[in-house]
Each structure stands twice: as structure tokens, then as C-alpha cells.
């Protein structure tokens, strides 16, 4: 080869360095469990939105700091109280090279309402879904909805025609263990797509070379989602370097790993409540002792439960002071909550006690504890803990701790008496908590909870357009809700995210990476 060939082969190689983009990064992700489906409207799971939210993008979106910003919509307008009309980006594709189309939103918000989604309660008031044209959508709601932009944060748009083309026109049924086409793969318009996907073990995704979004937003070219269930082995690969970001990092583990050449820890209080429920609503429970009628009908074995829970010994004990004791089942920052409401009742056993045996269970009785194992911060060692403390006021209480995807799906069946759920608000309204788990029949009310009142107020949250008569019947609802004390709540989380120093990804309240934010330097 002569000189002059040299220098060419040289000079080419240079200018594509200068000209070319590096997006050579890969980042390996884990946390306790995996998404439980990729159908974006079958689950209301945190985790399982983690997931989508990489692939699939909503009309609106929460934005790192948590705002409402545009994402597939441009701008919005009410025509009058009850319609709203959304202009929508133009260029998006979907990862398949199809354009989007204002039929594919209006095919997604109303697949969202049907079968069995697990996002009907969410956008309840919608009546009706039109493609004016190619990039204009109109949604009609029941009455005013002040908030119908906060809850379509959480509806993800899918192509009608990959739906159609998949069998894929209604969301998988969950519950009932149904596997479709859209439960095991993706397809959506966001940054990444999913090229592999092998349930419980790896997850993969590549860069989608056709988002319309700003591809320097990022350097990631491929994301590993790697689950790994037990904490000690998941903080191990960290340190090690299997793994280079999680955002599930144990409350004992933070110091060692921040102290840790190489890594470091973010913390923030997550929006997020950890609770117990007690099914209230069965004649007869089906793992206690006592036959022939439920105690948790009676408040005064509710109150003994909570007055026998030692929260503080449980944030400084189990959670090394990252948590906070709640005595609502919402946390600051969404509308309806307050201080007030959210001061705990003090821990007192005696009391506890003398609730039981007013009640008509001096020497207490028996009953199970379901409590997920990879779902929430320490979530086992919490239930080891509430069941040392039940004990010592006499309830026998059996741990059946179990992964989440067979928790969650046991108490979708109704199969729980008393049970850890933890609750998130992306909507950062009461309303979002109502309509799960506390309107007669949500799909979350498992404690079965039922008031007349409360129904009513609910649906005056999604209707009610003057903001102090709002507030006012939220705090009625809440008022009627912490007086009844159909939840036991324990604490607010607080969350952090460990990594190696090099990655840098935006800690978000909600416990959301977007790693279209993320850098690997």
C-alpha cells in the first residue's frame, strides 16, 4: 500500500470519528423482580411501568422533576368542560418504521378502558375517543375533569395495526394467567426497543434509531435488565461490576456501597406508602382461626393491630432511619394530604390488648400474613417485624412470603386476609387512591371497603371544578377513610439508587429511570 492510500484510509477513519455520534454504552440495570408483563395496559405496576415506559410513550408525561410536559401531544385545548383536543407530534414512528396516527391513540385509550385493563379506574370519566384527523384527537369525559392530563400520563399508545396484525386488540388477562403476543413483546415510539425478552432472567434493549426525540439526550446503546431477587446478591454484582445501576438499593447496604471505590448511592423520599390491608368485606376469614365471622369487621381489632405495630423501632431497626411513619395511605406532595391526617396513632400494646379483648379476642387469634419478597424496600424483614409485634398482643400471625408476581396475582384472585401493598399516586391526586382502593368495587379495594359517601365524593373528585369545593370533599373522603382505618399504613419509603460513578442516571420520585436522561461517561 503507497503512502497516498495510507493517508486516505487515515483520513477517512478521522473524519467519521469527528462526524460519527459514539453510542457505544451499555448499561446493565437490576431490581428485586421483572416487569410482569409488557402489555402496557394489563398491569398498574411500578415496575412493569419501568419497563414500558422505555418503549411506549403517553400523550403526556412526567418529566424528571415530575412535572406535566408534551410528549406524543403538542398541545391541548377544551373545547368545553367535557372535551378536550390534542394536537399530536408530527414525524413520530414507531420502532417498526410506521408512522403514528391519531387512530392509534384513539385505539390505545380505548383499548386502556376495556376487557381486562388494569388502568380503567384510571381514565374512568372518558366517554368517548375520536380521530378528527391524522394528528388531532378528541376525548369527550363524563362531566369536567380537572386532572384527565395527570392520569393520561399513565396510558401508553400503541400501533392498532401491530396490535390487530398480533391478536392483541384487547389487554392480556392477567389474572387468569393469559399469555399473549403483546405480553411477551413490544412495540412502541419511545427511545429504546426490546429485542429479547426471557421472563425473570434478561430483558434487552437497543437503542431505537427511529425515535423522534433527542438521541443525545442519551449515549446508551443497549440496556440488560437483569432481576435479581435476593438484596445481598444484587448489591455483590454491583460491587463486582456484573451490574451497573440499581434502583433498589437496601436500606444496610448504602453506606457500603457509597464507601466503595467506584460507586456511589442518590437517595430521595419516594411517592410511595407501604401498607397492610384487612379484609373487612368476607363473612368468615380464610386462614384464621375463628370460624363463623371475620374480626377485622370490628374497628377495634383494626386499631389493635395498628396501636401493635412499632413503627419507629421499624424505620430505625429495618429501614436504618430511610423511612418515614405514616398514618395515611398517601404520602406529601398529593392533593388531600396533611399533616394532620398523616400523624400516626401511637404505638401502645396495652391498648392494643384491651381493643381485643373488648372486641372478643382476649387471647387473640391466628391468621396469615401475605408479604411480597421483591417487591418493596425490605418488604420481608417488615412482615418479620410486624409478626415479632403482633405476637406480643396475642395474634398468631403465619408470614407467607412470596415473589411479587405470585403475590400480586393472589390478591387479584382475592385470596388474602391481610396483606403488604404498597401504593405510588402518579397523578399526585387523592383521586388516584379513591378509585383503586376504596370506591365500592375498585380493582384494588381488596379490604372490601364500602361507603355511600365516600362513592359519592369520588366521583365529585373528577367532576368538581372549583378548587376549594374540590379540597373540601377530598378532605371529607379522607375524614370518613381515617375514622373507618380500613388500612393499617406503616411508613413512606425513602429510595435510593446505587450505580458505578460513571453512570449517571436522574433519581426521580416516583422510582422511574428514564434512561433516555441516562449517560454512561
Same mark, same amino acid.
Given at each position: 500500500?503507497?503512502?497516498?492510500?495510507?493517508?486516505?484510509?487515515l483520513?477517512?477513519?478521522?473524519?467519521?470519528?469527528?462526524?460519527?455520534?459514539?453510542?457505544?454504552?451499555?448499561l446493565?440495570?437490576?431490581m428485586?423482580?421483572?416487569?410482569l408483563? *409488557?402489555?402496557?395496559?394489563? &398491569?398498574?405496576e411500578?415496575?412493569?411501568?419501568?419497563? @414500558?415506559?422505555?418503549?411506549?410513550?403517553?400523550?403526556?408525561?412526567?418529566g424528571?422533576?415530575?412535572?406535566?410536559? !408534551?410528549q406524543?401531544?403538542?398541545s391541548?385545548?377544551?373545547t368545553?368542560? =367535557?372535551?378536550?383536543?390534542?394536537?399530536?407530534?408530527?414525524?413520530?414512528?414507531?420502532?417498526?418504521?410506521?408512522?403514528?396516527?391519531?387512530?392509534?391513540?384513539?385505539?390505545s385509550?380505548?383499548?386502556?378502558?376495556?376487557?381486562?385493563?388494569?388502568?380503567?379506574?384510571?381514565?374512568?370519566?372518558?366517554?368517548?375517543?375520536?380521530?378528527?384527523n391524522?394528528?388531532?384527537?378528541?376525548i369527550?369525559?363524563?362531566?369536567?375533569?380537572?386532572?384527565?392530563?395527570? &392520569?393520561?400520563s399513565?396510558i401508553?399508545?400503541?400501533?392498532?395495526?401491530?396490535?390487530?396484525?398480533?391478536?392483541?386488540?384487547?389487554?392480556?388477562?392477567?389474572?387468569?394467567?393469559?399469555?399473549?403476543?403483546?405480553?411477551?413483546?413490544?412495540m412502541?415510539?419511545?427511545p429504546?426497543?426490546?429485542?429479547l425478552?426471557?421472563?425473570?432472567?434478561?430483558?434487552?434493549?437497543?437503542?431505537?434509531?427511529?425515535?423522534?426525540?433527542d &438521541?443525545?439526550?442519551?449515549?446508551?446503546?443497549?440496556?440488560e435488565?437483569?432481576?435479581?431477587?435476593?438484596?445481598?446478591?444484587?448489591?455483590?454484582?454491583?460491587?463486582?461490576?456484573?451490574i451497573?445501576?440499581?434502583?433498589?438499593?437496601p436500606? &444496610?447496604?448504602?453506606?457500603?456501597?457509597?464507601?466503595?471505590?467506584?460507586?456511589?448511592v =442518590? @437517595?430521595?423520599?419516594?411517592?410511595?406508602?407501604?401498607?397492610?390491608?384487612?379484609d373487612?368485606?368476607?363473612?368468615?376469614?380464610?386462614?384464621s382461626?375463628?370460624?363463623?365471622?371475620? !374480626?377485622?369487621?370490628?374497628?377495634?381489632?383494626?386499631?389493635?393491630?395498628?396501636?401493635?405495630?412499632?413503627?419507629?423501632?421499624?424505620?430505625?431497626?429495618?429501614?436504618?432511619?430511610?423511612?418515614?411513619?405514616?398514618g395515611?395511605?398517601?404520602?406529601?406532595g398529593?392533593?388531600g394530604?396533611?399533616?394532620?391526617?398523616?400523624?400516626?396513632?401511637?404505638?401502645? !400494646?396495652?391498648k392494643?390488648?384491651?381493643?381485643?379483648?373488648?372486641a372478643g379476642?382476649p387471647?387473640?387469634?391466628?391468621?396469615?400474613?401475605?408479604?411480597?419478597?421483591?417487591?418493596?424496600?425490605?418488604?420481608?424483614?417488615?412482615?418479620?417485624?410486624?409478626? @415479632?409485634m403482633?405476637?406480643?398482643?396475642?395474634?398468631?400471625v403465619?408470614?407467607?412470603?412470596?415473589?411479587?408476581?405470585?403475590?400480586?396475582?393472589?390478591?387479584q384472585?382475592?385470596? @388474602?386476609d391481610?396483606?403488604?401493598l404498597?401504593?405510588?399516586?402518579?397523578?399526585?391526586?387523592?383521586?388516584?387512591?379513591?378509585s383503586?382502593?376504596l370506591?365500592?368495587?375498585?380493582?384494588?379495594?381488596?379490604?372490601g371497603?364500602?361507603d355511600?359517601?365516600?362513592?359519592? *365524593?369520588?366521583?365529585?373528585?373528577?367532576?368538581?371544578t372549583?378548587?376549594?369545593?374540590?379540597?373540601?370533599n377530598?378532605? =371529607?373522603a379522607?375524614?370518613?377513610?381515617?375514622?373507618?382505618?380500613?388500612y393499617?399504613?406503616?411508613?413512606?419509603?425513602?429510595?435510593?439508587w446505587?450505580?458505578?460513578?460513571n453512570?449517571?442516571?436522574?433519581?426521580?420520585?416516583?422510582?422511574?429511570?428514564?434512561?433516555?436522561?441516562a449517560?454512561?461517561?
Amino acid at each position: 500500500m503507497n503512502i497516498k492510500n495510507l493517508m486516505k484510509i487515515l483520513l477517512a477513519l478521522l473524519f467519521v470519528g469527528f462526524i460519527s455520534p459514539v453510542y457505544s454504552a451499555t448499561l446493565k440495570w437490576s431490581m428485586p423482580g421483572d416487569s410482569l408483563t *409488557l402489555d402496557p395496559h394489563a &398491569q398498574n405496576e411500578g415496575p412493569t411501568h419501568m419497563v @414500558s415506559r422505555q418503549v411506549y410513550e403517553s400523550l403526556v408525561t412526567r418529566g424528571i422533576d415530575m412535572s406535566i410536559e !408534551p410528549q406524543l401531544a403538542t398541545s391541548w385545548e377544551t373545547t368545553d368542560p =367535557e372535551t378536550w383536543v390534542f394536537a399530536l407530534r408530527g414525524g413520530v414512528k414507531f420502532s417498526d418504521g410506521s408512522n403514528l396516527k391519531a387512530s392509534d391513540v384513539e385505539f390505545s385509550i380505548n383499548r386502556a378502558l376495556s376487557g381486562a385493563s388494569d388502568m380503567i379506574e384510571l381514565i374512568e370519566s372518558i366517554t368517548s375517543v375520536k380521530a378528527l384527523n391524522a394528528f388531532t384527537v378528541e376525548i369527550k369525559t363524563e362531566g369536567p375533569n380537572p386532572i384527565l392530563l395527570n &392520569q393520561l400520563s399513565q396510558i401508553f399508545i400503541m400501533s392498532e395495526e401491530w396490535s390487530k396484525k398480533n391478536g392483541c386488540e384487547s389487554p392480556q388477562d392477567f389474572d387468569a394467567s393469559e399469555e399473549t403476543f403483546c405480553s411477551i413483546n413490544a412495540m412502541g415510539t419511545g427511545p429504546f426497543e426490546i429485542t429479547l425478552r426471557e421472563q425473570d432472567t434478561r430483558t434487552v434493549f437497543e437503542r431505537n434509531s427511529k425515535w423522534w426525540g433527542d &438521541q443525545s439526550q442519551h449515549n446508551i446503546d443497549t440496556i440488560e435488565l437483569l432481576p435479581i431477587n435476593n438484596d445481598a446478591t444484587r448489591v455483590a454484582a454491583l460491587l463486582s461490576g456484573d451490574i451497573d445501576f440499581t434502583n433498589f438499593t437496601p436500606a &444496610q447496604d448504602i453506606n457500603r456501597i457509597d464507601g466503595s471505590s467506584g460507586h456511589k448511592v =442518590e @437517595s430521595t423520599p419516594q411517592a410511595r406508602t407501604i401498607f397492610f390491608g384487612m379484609d373487612q368485606g368476607s363473612d368468615e376469614l380464610r386462614s384464621s382461626n375463628i370460624k363463623g365471622k371475620n !374480626p377485622f369487621k370490628d374497628k377495634r381489632v383494626r386499631l389493635a393491630f395498628y396501636h401493635a405495630l412499632d413503627m419507629d423501632a421499624i424505620k430505625d431497626k429495618v429501614m436504618r432511619g430511610l423511612s418515614e411513619p405514616a398514618g395515611m395511605i398517601t404520602f406529601p406532595g398529593v392533593q388531600g394530604y396533611t399533616k394532620e391526617l398523616d400523624a400516626r396513632l401511637p404505638y401502645d !400494646p396495652e391498648k392494643s390488648k384491651q381493643l381485643l379483648a373488648d372486641a372478643g379476642y382476649p387471647d387473640g387469634f391466628e391468621i396469615t400474613l401475605d408479604c411480597p419478597n421483591n417487591r418493596y424496600i425490605n418488604d420481608e424483614a417488615i412482615c418479620v417485624a410486624a409478626v @415479632s409485634m403482633l405476637a406480643k398482643v396475642g395474634i398468631k400471625v403465619n408470614l407467607n412470603a412470596l415473589p411479587k408476581s405470585i403475590h400480586f396475582k393472589n390478591l387479584q384472585n382475592d385470596l @388474602s386476609d391481610f396483606y403488604m401493598l404498597g401504593w405510588g399516586v402518579p397523578t399526585f391526586d387523592s383521586h388516584y387512591v379513591y378509585s383503586f382502593l376504596l370506591a365500592s368495587g375498585g380493582s384494588w379495594n381488596k379490604v372490601g371497603f364500602n361507603d355511600a359517601r365516600v362513592d359519592e *365524593l369520588i366521583g365529585t373528585m373528577l367532576t368538581e371544578t372549583n378548587l376549594d369545593q374540590r379540597n373540601a370533599n377530598i378532605a =371529607e373522603a379522607w375524614a370518613i377513610v381515617q375514622d373507618n382505618m380500613p388500612y393499617l399504613p406503616l411508613h413512606h419509603q425513602v429510595i435510593s439508587w446505587g450505580s458505578k460513578s460513571n453512570v449517571d442516571v436522574p433519581i426521580r420520585t416516583n422510582n422511574e429511570p428514564l434512561f433516555r436522561h441516562a449517560k454512561v461517561n
